[in-house]
């Protein structure tokens, strides 16, 4: 079965802490999205990645494919931070619709 | 400024009613997604399309329908075939290989 695991489940910060949320999958990816849900509900799309390293202001995704693993991470947090960070991947021999969702971390930061 | 619009933001649902969701974008993608968010779960595929007049039945498609008659919108009728309507639904879009761009969402309640 195709899984999506992601952790912590819940994450309490302190404002400026480094933060990391981990996603792991049980099998071969072609592909790893970073999603961020705020309260309002709205999900934006932060990273796609499928080997490496990307970078994007404070944010820093990560993926070891050896490791079936991937981390973002959020240097220097601020409370705007706060959000459900979701990862979603698209297995090898998925069509393009059929991505796979963990079930979001929560990350609270307080000033 | 490109993007996708989803209305209604609230919908209510009486029993026996069809109801139907709509999603309009104006980003050329040819990909389109409708997505169910249920408390403390991942995002669930309902339905997608990947060209004008096709589209496919993701995980969870009993008790939807949808059409794609037209690039720019995807419309979803939750039937009354769907005994447990009520949830967060959210339209996404995305060029292949590429990021998805979501919607603000629907969330649908049963009177």
Known sequence: KNEVEQSPQNLTAQEGEFITINCSYSVGISALHWLQQHPGGGIVSLFMLSSGKKKHGRLIATINIQEKHSSLHITASHPRDSAVYICAVLFYGGSQGNLIFGKGTKLSVKP | ?111
């Open chain 2, 1 to 111: 400024d490109g993007g996708i619009t989803q209305s209604p933001k609230y919908l209510f649902r009486k029993e026996g009613q069809n109801v139907t969701l709509s999603c309009e974008q104006n980003l050329n993608h040819d990909a389109m997604y409708w997505y169910r968010q249920d408390p403390g779960q991942g995002l669930r595929l309902i339905y997608y399309s990947q060209i004008v007049n096709d589209f496919q039945k993701g995980d969870i498609a009993e008790g939807y329908s949808v059409s794609r008659e037209k690039k720019e919108s995807f419309p979803l009728t939750v039937t009354s075939a769907q005994k447990n309507p009520t949830a967060f639904y959210l339209c996404a879009t995305r060029h292949p290989y590429e990021k998805l761009f979501f919607g603000s969402g629907t969330q649908l309640s049963v009177l």
